[in-house]
């Protein structure tokens, strides 16, 4: 089973930027739609963007679109959210998680999650 790798997260300000990474322990990560999602305590975990194998596909929950973006580099076996415009409501943990179909849109489809980054937004 592939393992992930999240990194990137970090504490920062309003309206300053992050930019998450996310990689494989093993196994390439090409072959696969990503996606990423965010967790915050006592929440379920929210499916806020996903790329398909080519990374010319993307979707993204509402409250993220138009500050985040999603992009994959398969030589490197990489995955990266940036984001950018960060709010205070961004604070959580960040997970990537790979589909185990070619559906890149539909969270039930994502598996196979990282430990998760920390992401705090300060007002």
């Known amino acids: 089973q592939v393992q992930l790798v999240e990194s990137g997260g970090g504490l920062v300000q309003a309206g300053d930027s992050l930019r998450l990474s996310c990689t494989a322990s093993s196994r390439t990560l090409s072959n696969y739609p990503m996606g990423w999602f965010r967790q915050t305590p006592g929440k379920e975990r929210d499916f806020i963007a996903g790329?398909?194998?080519?990374?010319?596909?993307?979707y993204y929950l509402d409250s993220v679109k138009g500050r985040f973006t999603i992009s994959r580099d398969n030589a490197k076996n990489t995955v990266y959210l940036q984001m950018n415009s960060l709010k205070p409501e961004d604070t959580a943990i960040y997970y990537c998680?790979?589909?185990?179909?070619?559906?890149?849109?539909?969270?039930?489809?994502?598996?196979?999650w990282g430990q998760g980054t920390q992401v705090t937004v300060s007002s």
């Open positions: 790329i398909s194998v080519s990374g010319g596909f993307t």
């Open positions: 998680a790979k589909s185990r179909t070619l559906n890149f849109r539909l969270a039930r489809d994502f598996h196979s």
